[in-house]
């Protein structure tokens, strides 16, 4: 066989990639959860991704459990000797490189605020608009 691929019987994925793939997945599940049911005002559908994540994400924060997406990530770059980090992906990610504690009590006020109140709003907002979409076609169809 010629060619650069000669001898090489597979494609190989190196768990640095996995590890670097998770980390981006995880993100966009973050950001998913923060900014899903804003999205759903445009675009209704989308909480058919949003509630099951930010409920996943709601579920083992609020067990106090380690996150799975933080420990094979954690894990993918043990096992090629990688760095690992302290304190999960918000930690290490947002709040270490702007010199923030994660574990602060401020931290985790500020943190709860943007993940409940864009939320809130955006599903009062819904509501609301449901309503009167209820409302209107109660009103045509008398």
């Known amino acids: 066989m010629r060619g650069p691929f000669r001898g090489r019987s597979r494609c190989q994925t190196s768990p640095v990639l996995l590890a670097d793939t998770v980390a981006v997945v995880h993100g966009a599940a973050v950001v998913l959860m923060l900014t899903g ?30 996150c799975p997406l933080t420990e094979l990530e954690l894990w993918l770059r043990s096992e090629v000797g990688g760095a690992v980090y302290d ?27 943007v993940a409940v109140v864009p939320n809130a709003l955006a599903f009062g907002l819904l509501a609301l608009r449901a309503q009167r979409r209820r409302a209107e076609r109660a009103r045509v169809a008398t």
């Open 87 to 113: 304190g999960g992906y918000l930690g290490h990610y947002v709040f270490s490189p702007m010199g923030l504690d994660v574990a602060s009590p401020s931290v985790q006020a500020g943190v709860y605020t």
């Open 37 to 66: 049911a804003v999205i759903a005002l445009w675009r209704p559908r989308i909480l058919w991704v949003h509630l099951p994540v930010s409920l996943a994400i709601l579920a083992v924060n609020r067990a106090g459990a380690p």
